[in-house]
C-alpha cells in the first residue's frame, strides 16, 4: 500500500467501503423529509381536496364568502365564473376559485 492510497483510506475515501456508516448519515435527512411530508404537504392536499369538492358542490342560491371578504348569494353558475349577489341591484362576476366558504344558515 502506497502513502497516497493510506491517506484516503484514511480520509474515509478508501474504494467506498462506508457500508451501514453511509447509510446512517442519510437518516435525518430521510426524517426530516417524512416529518416535512406529515406536517405540511398532506394537510395542504387535504384542503385543496375539501375546496375542489365544496366547488363542486354549489348552486345556484348558495350564500357564499370570497376570498376578497365579499359576502353575497351566488346568482348564476358557469363553469369557471359565478356571478354574485351583494346587493338588490350589484352582481360581481368572479371566478369560482375565489369562493373560499359556503354560509351556514346561522352567520348572518
Do not use: C
Amino acid at each position: 500500500m502506497n502513502v497516497m492510497s493510506s491517506v484516503a483510506w484514511a480520509q474515509g475515501l478508501g474504494g467506498g467501503e462506508d457500508g451501514p456508516a453511509g447509510l446512517l448519515s442519510l437518516v435525518p435527512f430521510i426524517l426530516i423529509f417524512v416529518i416535512f411530508y406529515f406536517l405540511l404537504i398532506l394537510p395542504q392536499q387535504r384542503k385543496q381536496k375539501e375546496h375542489k369538492k365544496m366547488l363542486e358542490a354549489l348552486k345556484k342560491g348558495d350564500k357564499v364568502i370570497t376570498s376578497s371578504g365579499i359576502w353575497g348569494t351566488i346568482n348564476r353558475l358557469d363553469k369557471e365564473t359565478a356571478t354574485v349577489q351583494i346587493d338588490d341591484n350589484t352582481r360581481v362576476k368572479i371566478q369560482r376559485e375565489n369562493i373560499t366558504k359556503v354560509r351556514t344558515t346561522d352567520e348572518g
